[in-house]
């Protein structure tokens, strides 16, 4: 069976070989519920349908018109098995409560590096989702620049507060990089960003050569609180 979970998920569990990633756009803050408790109620009312998936959580866009979605699968081949039995069901049902939902794209990763602080107990109140593209497919530039964030980081002379982790996410065309950050709140983050520097980093050599990275074509930044859940029972 199929059932909620208010707990974040585990960004670091080995088994989790094919982390995905997908946008809706979905128009307003009242279609967003709508459209969580649709997707709730559609996939409760169904067993779970594959060993291979091990959850699948769904975040609110601050912006109040998107949705992001994570699954976590074990593999490729067991999100293709759902795909040809399991999933066409499950989007017609949901379209037919909400119309009008766009499926912006589903991008497929792997986690690279997390950064996370020992003994780590604190709850994401936010969800901050960094999408940076470059010029053409390079799978080591991508590990590189990630590399190159931790570098930085690591040489930060003065650490933001309210950051609880980051998980930096390779895509396997090998033209972006995803970090799914976690933050205490929408407001910690908001003043990070609005500290002296540029993002969330100080002036610094190390930052500079991250954000001037050969190849780096555009960054997005995106807020969302977590709205929903569902694991195997």
Same mark, same amino acid.
């Given at each position: 069976m199929t059932r909620?979970?208010?707990v974040h998920p585990e960004l670091v569990r080995p088994e989790a070989g094919a982390p995905f990633f997908s946008t809706w756009r979905v128009g307003t803050p009242e279609r967003q519920r709508a459209t969580v408790e649709s997707i709730a109620a559609t996939w409760e009312r169904r067993p779970w349908p594959a060993a291979g998936l091990l959850g699948y959580y769904v975040y609110a866009g601050d912006d109040g018109t998107t949705l992001l979605h994570h699954a976590q699968w074990r593999s490729e081949q067991d #999100?293709?098995?759902f795909v040809k039995v399991h999933r066409q069901e499950r989007v017609d049902e949901i379209d037919v409560a909400v119309p009008g939902i766009e499926r912006v794209r589903l991008d497929? #990763? +792997? +986690? #690279? +590096?997390?950064g996370v602080r020992p003994g780590e107990t604190r709850v994401p109140g936010c969800v901050v989702i960094v999408e940076i593209e470059f010029e053409g497919a390079d799978p080591e530039r991508q590990r590189a620049w990630v590399d190159a964030v931790f570098e930085a980081l690591e040489s930060e002379p003065d650490p933001r507060p309210g950051?609880?982790?980051a998980h930096f996410h390779l895509s396997t065309d090998g033209t972006k990089v995803l970090n799914y950050a976690e933050w205490e709140s929408a407001e910690a983050h908001r003043a990070a960003m609005d500290a002296p520097g540029d993002g969330v980093g100080s002036r610094t050599p190390q930052w500079e050569r991250v954000q001037t990275y050969p190849g780096l074509k555009r960054s997005t930044v995106g807020r969302y609180t977590y709205a929903l859940g569902l694991v195997p029972a």
């Open positions: 909620r979970t208010d #999100y293709e098995a497929r #990763y +792997r +986690r #690279y +590096r997390s950051g609880i982790s």
